[in-house]
């Protein structure tokens, strides 16, 4: 069964840092382009960031660019979004999400991955 799973959420303050990971289980990541997502209360699900599956591309929304870093670590099967000088509209449940013919050209929204994890909450205080 493939399986996303997402960990390192939490309850963090202004400024804090936080380090979500997505491991992935049933299938092996290094195929995949893998899209981090968020989806905050009563507002529609926005991307964060991507990483591809081939070349290393990346993207990021404009709202994280230079706070956020994706990365992968193929040995583990682990995609990671390190996150930086959070704010409180950072907060939201962070999902992330996989797809072997998406090639991560932008963040988008999300329509095209196939495979989602469950979700992960991140909250940051003021």
């Known amino acids: 069964q493939l399986q996303l799973v997402e960990s390192g959420g939490g309850l963090v303050e202004l400024g804090g840092s936080l380090t979500l990971s997505c491991a992935a289980s049933?299938?092996?990541?290094?195929?995949?382009?893998i899209g981090w997502f968020r989806q905050a209360p009563g507002k529609e699900r926005d991307g964060v960031s991507c990483?591809?599956?081939?070349?290393?591309?990346?993207n990021y929304a404009g709202s994280v660019q230079r706070r956020f870093i994706i990365s992968r670590d193929n040995a583990k099967n682990t995609v990671y979004l390190q996150m930086n000088s959070l704010r409180p509209d950072d907060t939201a449940v962070y999902y992330c999400?996989?797809?072997?013919?998406?090639?991560?050209?932008?963040?988008?929204?999300?329509?095209?991955?196939?495979?989602w994890g469950q979700g992960t909450q991140v909250t940051v205080s003021s």
């Open positions: 999400s996989a797809d072997s013919d998406v090639r991560c050209l932008a963040v988008g929204n999300g329509v095209k991955y196939d495979y």
């Open positions: 049933g299938f092996t990541l290094e195929g995949y382009t």
């Open positions: 990483i591809s599956s081939v070349g290393g591309r990346i």
